[in-house]
């Protein structure tokens, strides 16, 4: 599992940022609602990204770090879903459908996420100490890391990088937020979300670092 998530972070990384300019200018659905369960509520200033040149790239470049079967299938089953620009910052989500990839994972696997995300992001960006915590919206569990991050070769370019991932019926999900200031991730953090039906509310709580993952 710690394989396969640190290749999937350095493709969503990869992606986004070889994704440079917005998709016409097209500004983020109201809300973004996926067939594998989930909604996520973006504010309309940010617009929308096209990613889908850039994946064939980003998957070989996340293949070289993918060491096992399980992580070059989970590769090839990943989606990129919403994937959203404001100035500098970019919020981004990416799942993984279980009937695509053949296991169903649950919500004993998201403590190796935490074990995994860093290191996939430290092919794009020099980071500092992350923090983690877990914590619950409806009947799930989630999964959360923040981390302070420079561009690689670009030290005045820093980010506040905050992932944080479920288990659903269909699907693992991670939503990722690069932000470039406060209110950015505040978006981030702020956005409603409903998982699996659930009543919506905010994807990250003001108590998600207040739990420690186990």
């Known amino acids: 599992m710690k394989?396969?998530?640190?290749?999937?972070?350095?493709?969503?990384?990869?992606?986004?940022?070889?994704?440079?300019?917005?998709?016409?200018?097209?500004?983020?659905?109201h809300p973004y609602a996926s067939e594998l369960g989930f909604s996520y509520d973006l504010p309309s200033d940010w617009q929308v990204i096209d990613t889908r040149g850039n994946l064939p790239q980003a998957r070989e470049q996340a293949a070289q770090t993918a060491t096992t079967?399980?992580?070059?299938?989970?590769?090839?089953?990943?989606?990129?879903?919403?994937?959203?620009?404001?100035?500098?910052?970019?919020?981004?989500?990416v799942a993984l459908p279980f009937d695509c990839f053949g296991q169903q994972l649950s919500e004993s696997d998201l403590p190796g996420f935490g074990q995994g995300a860093s290191q996939g992001l430290k092919q794009s960006f020099d980071i500092g100490e992350p923090t983690f915590g877990t914590y619950a919206l409806g009947r799930h569990n989630l999964w959360i890391e923040r981390v302070k991050g420079t561009l690689k070769g670009q030290a005045n370019t820093s980010f506040t990088i905050e992932i944080t991932c479920a288990v659903l019926k269909k699907a693992a999900v991670c939503w990722m937020a690069m932000a470039a200031d406060d209110a950015a991730l505040t978006t981030f953090e702020h956005a409603a979300v409903s998982l699996d039906g659930d009543a919506a509310a905010a994807l990250v709580p003001a108590s998600a670092f207040n739990k420690k993952p186990e």
């Open 69 to 93: 079967e399980q992580a070059k299938k989970g590769l090839a089953c990943v989606q990129m879903g919403l994937s959203a620009r404001q100035g500098a910052s970019v919020i981004v989500d």
């Open 3 to 29: 394989a396969f998530i640190s290749a999937v972070l350095l493709l969503i990384s990869g992606a986004v940022l070889m994704a440079q300019a917005p998709a016409s200018g097209a500004a983020a659905p």
